[in-house]
C-alpha cells in the first residue's frame, strides 16, 4: 500500500462511491437494495483486482503478447455457445450460474496489453505500410468478432478508439491520421447503405429529428428532460421525478449521468466530470514516467478507454451522440465493468511502482 499509486486508488474510489450514492437513487423505486449490495460487493472485489494488477509485472509476459491475443480471440467465441444470453439486443453477455460476465468488457484489458506489445515492438518502423498493416489486421480481428458474436457495435467502437489513441501516443505520423480520416469519410455512404442495420440508422436520426421516431427517441428524450430539470443545482438527492418515477430509462446503467443531472444539477455533473478528468490525467502523469514504451502504451490505453467510454456515455445522455449501450466508468451499475476499471487503474498503478528513480531517468 505505501508503494501503491494512491492517487490513482482514492480516485477510483471517490467515484465508485458517488456512483453507489446515485444508483441508491435511481433503484429506489424498485423496493430492493440488491443492486446497492451487488455494487459494493463488486468494489470490494475491484480492490482486490487493484492489489492483484498492480503486482504483476506484464512487462515480463509481454513477448507472449500474441498468444494472449489468441486468448481474447477465443474468449469472445464463447458468445457463439448457448451459454451466452441477450441483453437490449446484444448477445454480449455469457451466464455463469448466478453470475454473468461481459467478455468484450474483459477483452478491453487484455486488448490493451496485446496491442501495447505489438505496437512496442515496431515502434522503430512505425510508419511504414507494411508496419501497420498487421496492426490493423490486429484491430480488425478483435473488433469483427465482437460485432459478429455479439452485434455490439459500440463495444467495437471503444476498441478502435482505444487503437486510435495508442498509436497517436506511439508517434504515429499526422498523415496516416488524415488519410485515415479521409478513408473514413468515404466509407460513410458504403457503411450507410450496406452496414449498417436500419435500427442503427435510426438511432442516428432521431439526435435531428426526434420525431422520425419518437419510440428509438424515448431514451435520449427523457434523459434531457431529466438533466434539464435539474438546471444548476437539481431537484435534490431523492427528489427527481424522472428518475423516482421511471420515467429515465436504464437510470442505474447507461444513464446514471442524467440522474446526477436531474437531482444534483450542474454542480452534481461537474463534479462527475472533474472526478473523471483528474482520474484520467493521473493516468497520463504515470504514462509519461513509466520506464518503458510498453508500460507507457498500456496505461496510454487505459487512459484512452475511461476518456473515450467517459466522452461517449456523457454526450449520448446529452442527446450529441447516439446511445450505444456504454457505461459511465465507475459510476454505472455493473460487476464486470466496475472490476475491470479498478483492473485497469491496478495495471497503471504497478507501472508507477516499477518507474525508474528521476535520477536513474537522467
Known amino acids: 500500500i505505501r508503494h501503491t499509486d494512491l492517487y490513482l486508488l482514492i480516485l477510483a474510489l471517490a467515484c465508485s462511491g458517488y456512483g453507489v450514492a446515485?444508483?441508491?437513487?435511481?433503484?429506489?423505486?424498485?423496493?430492493?437494495?440488491?443492486?446497492?449490495?451487488?455494487?459494493?460487493?463488486?468494489?470490494?472485489?475491484?480492490?482486490?483486482?487493484?492489489v492483484i494488477m498492480s503486482l504483476l509485472d506484464l512487462e515480463t509476459i509481454a513477448p507472449v503478447?500474441?498468444?494472449?491475443?489468441?486468448?481474447?480471440?477465443?474468449?469472445?467465441?464463447?458468445?457463439?455457445?448457448?451459454?451466452?444470453?441477450?441483453?437490449?439486443?446484444?448477445?454480449s453477455w455469457i451466464s455463469l450460474g448466478p453470475l454473468s460476465l461481459q467478455p468484450a468488457e474483459i477483452g478491453k484489458l487484455l486488448f490493451i496489453f496485446t496491442f501495447a506489445a505489438h505496437l512496442s515492438s515496431v515502434r522503430d518502423r512505425l510508419n511504414h505500410w507494411k508496419t501497420l498493416l498487421p496492426l490493423a489486421l490486429h484491430l480488425f480481428a478483435m473488433?469483427?468478432?465482437?460485432?459478429?458474436?455479439?452485434?455490439?457495435?459500440?463495444?467495437?467502437?471503444?476498441?478502435?478508439?482505444?487503437?486510435?489513441?495508442?498509436?497517436?501516443?506511439?508517434g504515429l505520423s499526422l498523415k496516416w491520421f488524415a488519410g485515415g480520416a479521409v478513408l473514413g469519410i468515404a466509407s460513410i455512404p458504403f457503411l450507410?447503405?450496406?452496414?449498417?442495420?436500419?435500427?442503427?440508422?435510426?438511432?442516428?436520426?432521431?439526435?435531428?429529428?426526434?420525431?422520425?421516431d419518437p419510440e428509438k427517441?424515448?431514451?435520449?428524450?427523457?434523459?434531457?428532460?431529466?438533466?434539464?430539470?435539474g438546471q444548476m443545482y437539481g431537484e435534490g438527492f431523492l427528489q427527481g421525478n424522472q428518475t423516482q418515477y421511471n420515467m429515465l430509462p436504464a437510470k442505474h446503467t447507461d444513464f446514471i449521468f442524467s440522474v446526477a443531472g436531474?437531482?444534483?444539477?450542474?454542480?452534481?455533473?461537474?463534479?462527475?466530470?472533474?472526478l473523471l478528468a483528474l482520474l484520467i490525467l493521473r493516468l497520463f502523469y504515470v504514462t509519461f514516467k513509466a520506464n518503458s514504451s510498453f508500460s507507457s502504451l498500456l496505461v496510454m490505453g487505459i487512459a484512452g478507454m475511461i476518456f473515450f467510454q467517459t466522452f461517449e456515455n456523457i454526450f449520448m445522455c446529452l442527446g450529441l451522440l447516439p446511445v450505444m449501450g456504454l457505461t459511465l466508468p465507475f459510476f454505472s451499475y455493473g460487476g464486470t465493468s466496475v472490476i475491470t476499471m479498478f483492473a485497469a487503474v491496478g495495471i497503471a498503478a504497478g507501472v508507477r511502482m516499477r518507474e525508474k528513480p528521476s535520477w536513474l531517468q537522467r
Open 217 to 229: 427517441a424515448w431514451q435520449t428524450t427523457q434523459s434531457k428532460i431529466a438533466i434539464g430539470a
Open 65 to 91: 503478447w500474441k498468444w494472449v491475443f489468441l486468448l481474447n480471440f477465443g474468449f469472445q467465441c464463447v458468445l457463439f455457445t448457448p451459454i451466452a444470453r441477450d441483453v437490449g439486443g446484444n448477445r
Open 143 to 170: 473488433m469483427g468478432v465482437i460485432i459478429v458474436s455479439s452485434r455490439d457495435m459500440g463495444m467495437s467502437l471503444s476498441y478502435f478508439a482505444i487503437c486510435v489513441i495508442m498509436l497517436f501516443a506511439a
Open 192 to 212: 450507410w447503405n450496406f452496414v449498417l442495420k436500419n435500427y442503427q440508422i435510426t438511432r442516428i436520426l432521431v439526435l435531428f429529428d426526434p420525431s422520425i
Open 22 to 50: 446515485l444508483i441508491y437513487s435511481a433503484t429506489r423505486a424498485y423496493g430492493t437494495n440488491k443492486y446497492i449490495y451487488m455494487q459494493l460487493a463488486a468494489i470490494a472485489i475491484g480492490v482486490v483486482a487493484f
Open 262 to 274: 436531474e437531482e444534483l444539477g450542474f454542480i452534481g455533473s461537474c463534479a462527475i466530470v472533474g
